[in-house]
């Protein structure tokens, strides 16, 4: 087959070991070049995936984490997201593509500390990446030295009009409100019985 057949044709669907190794035996041994090489090397995973699958019977759910653990190992990639770029045809999934800024502020506690860790393993990186380096393994630490934005288990606080700073009452409120609605559920629940 030819480069182009390859990438177009549909992986066989094995459920003997036999079948798995005679699919595997023809697609390597039939001639290759350097683009029909990648196609017989990712149809003979997707086949072994397949019977794999088959033989455990696995669900969906399992499937899908196996597919990213394969990327995970083969590609080397601890912390990464797969995009599908055909979610950007329709305007509902615009929530899906975040900026680099936000990217950034999402991942946070992660780039930093993966951050200081490449400073310590890598003392002659690039310059430029030495400074993104630092400027990410301080961003979290700001962050969590800054007290007046961090939530905490007794208080929370909001910046005032005056720019001063006053404790938030919302949360014990919502707390209050659905404790009265649960009471309220409860003696309803008695009374109709």
Not at 32 to 52: L, N, P, Q
Not at 132 to 161: C, F, S, Y
Request: with cysteine; charged share 25%; net charge neutral.
């Amino acid at each position: 087959m030819t480069e182009q057949e390859m990438r177009h044709s549909e992986v066989k669907k094995v459920t003997t070991i036999e079948e798995l190794s005679s699919y595997i035996a023809e697609l390597v041994n039939q001639k290759h070049d350097y683009g029909t090489c990648v196609y017989a090397m990712s149809m003979a995973a997707v086949a072994t995936f397949y019977y794999v699958a088959h033989k455990l019977g696995v669900t969906g759910f399992q499937a899908g984490c196996a597919d990213l653990d394969f990327l995970r190992r083969t590609r080397r990639m601890d912390n990464f997201k797969i995009l599908d770029l055909e979610n950007l045809l329709f305007p509902q999934y615009q929530d899906k593509f975040k900026s680099y800024e936000e990217l950034i502020k999402e991942n946070k506690s992660w780039l930093s500390k993966e951050a200081e860790k490449r400073l310590a393993a890598n003392p002659d990186a690039h310059p430029d990446v030495i400074k993104h380096w630092k400027e990410l393994a301080t961003t979290n630490k700001e962050i969590l030295n800054n007290k007046a934005n961090q939530i905490g288990p007794v208080t929370i606080w909001q910046h005032n009009r005056t720019g001063g700073k006053r404790y938030d009452y919302s949360f014990e409120r919502f707390m209050i409100l659905i404790s009265i609605a649960l009471i309220l559920f409860i003696y309803g629940f008695f009374v109709w019985f």
